[in-house]
């Protein structure tokens, strides 16, 4: 019902959900991934001339799937007309 109003952008405010990109979705964004989020970045990640400093690390990134994100709105409904799929992790807005 709450995800069915941001797609229809008749609620505005942020969402705590968990979004997912079907495979569908990823062949089409592979040079675009389009949500950004936190995560720890371990040596074998990176490629070997890149691993200076010290592992691991934090990272902003750009990933297909996030869990427990927070999102206005807007964006989130934006990213469900796209074909992302949404959960709520909270039943609230705020």
């Given at each position: 019902?709450?995800?069915?109003?941001?797609?229809?952008?008749?609620?505005?405010?942020?969402?705590s959900?968990?979004i997912?990109?079907?495979d569908?979705v990823?062949?089409?964004?592979?040079?675009f991934?389009?949500?950004?989020k936190?995560?720890?970045?371990?040596?074998?990640?990176?490629?070997?001339?890149?691993r200076?400093?010290?592992?691991?690390r934090?990272?902003?990134?750009?990933?297909?799937?996030?869990?427990?994100?927070?999102?206005?709105?807007?964006?989130?409904?934006?990213?469900?007309?796209?074909?992302?799929?949404?959960e709520?992790?909270?039943n609230?807005?705020?």
């Amino acid at each position: 019902m709450i995800l069915e109003s941001v797609f229809e952008s008749e609620v505005f405010g942020m969402l705590s959900v968990d979004i997912t990109s079907p495979d569908e979705v990823v062949k089409k964004l592979q040079v675009f991934t389009p949500i950004f989020k936190k995560i720890e970045v371990e040596a074998e990640m990176v490629n070997e001339k890149m691993r200076n400093g010290k592992f691991p690390r934090e990272a902003n990134t750009m990933v297909f799937h996030a869990e427990k994100i927070l999102l206005t709105t807007n964006l989130l409904g934006f990213f469900l007309k796209f074909g992302l799929k949404g959960e709520l992790t909270q039943n609230i807005i705020y």
